[in-house]
């Protein structure tokens, strides 16, 4: 690792600032002080804000359990070093909305909000992206590997993270922040992004530094993007039914494409 490039937004550098500002601990959050927020709430509030943490803590789980492929495939050490640091992230987000769901909702049945459109991006394809990783890895097959890796990278940092997650966060804002209510869930909300943004951020520079240097892989990566954000509006429709508790759907479209031009840009496949 001599010689590596230390910038802020290298993968060393934010394995540097990973150390620094992921240190939180989800188990010093009193977030049982949002159960007088939650007893207020009407059943169809209650069901909204339960389905859309449902779907977090599902998402969460499956991106932690399919991480530790991604870091034993990464060849370049630095990048291995901060995947590591994002494995125990993702661990503490998953902690957290488990806890939250003991001390504000009580129990639920998470599983059973992922719906087709959702447990294919969130568990079944991300699950494949990283069995593919761990087959070339044993096959010593360098080639499938990269493009394993690459594939990988686009769909968990790219889509679950970068279009899915984020989009998730906006309703958060939007809902609980403007309404001055559920405030310890915001407070774990804030650190989680906080988290997300290294690993998007080193996500999309390896996108875009390895398609630099394979261009044959930026259709593949581009379609997936859009394929992936093609199934949105069905997602939306599912996450978002109406009632007072609600972004407008075409007000949440607007912001998870936004999300998704942007990680396109982002990973050097323009516009």
Known sequence: ??????????????????????????????????????????????????????????GETSVADTLPFFVAGMPEPDRRMFLATQLLEEVKHAEFFELYFREVFGKVDTAAYLVDSY??????????????????????NNEALEHALLLGVAHYMGVVEGLMAVSGYDYFEEMLGARGIFPRLLEGIRLIRADEGRHLTHGMEYLRTKIA???????????????????????????????????????????????????????????
């Not at 599912?238 to 009632?243: G, L, R, T, W």
């Not at 999300?259 to 396109?264: D, E, F, I, K, M």
Request: charged share 25%; aromatic share 8%.
């Open 1 to 58: 690792m001599a010689g590596a490039a230390h910038g802020a937004k290298s993968a060393r550098g934010l394995y540097s600032m990973a150390k620094r500002q992921g240190t939180w601990d989800p188990e010093q959050i009193p977030v049982a002080q949002d159960r007088a927020d939650w007893e207020r709430l009407t059943p169809g509030q209650r069901e909204q804000l339960v389905k859309v943490c449902s779907l977090f803590f599902e």
């Open 119 to 140: 447990r294919g991006v969130l568990v079944d394809e991300l699950r494949e992206r990283a069995h593919a990783i761990g087959r070339a890895l044993l096959d010593g």
């Open 213 to 271: 240097q394979r261009p044959e892989f930026a259709g593949e990566v581009q379609r997936l993007f859009f394929e992936e954000g093609g199934k949105i509006p069905a997602r939306t429709q599912f996450a978002f039914e109406p009632n007072d508790f609600q972004l407008d759907q075409n007000q949440m479209l607007a912001i998870a494409y936004a999300h998704l031009a942007q990680r396109s840009r982002e990973a050097g496949l323009g516009n």
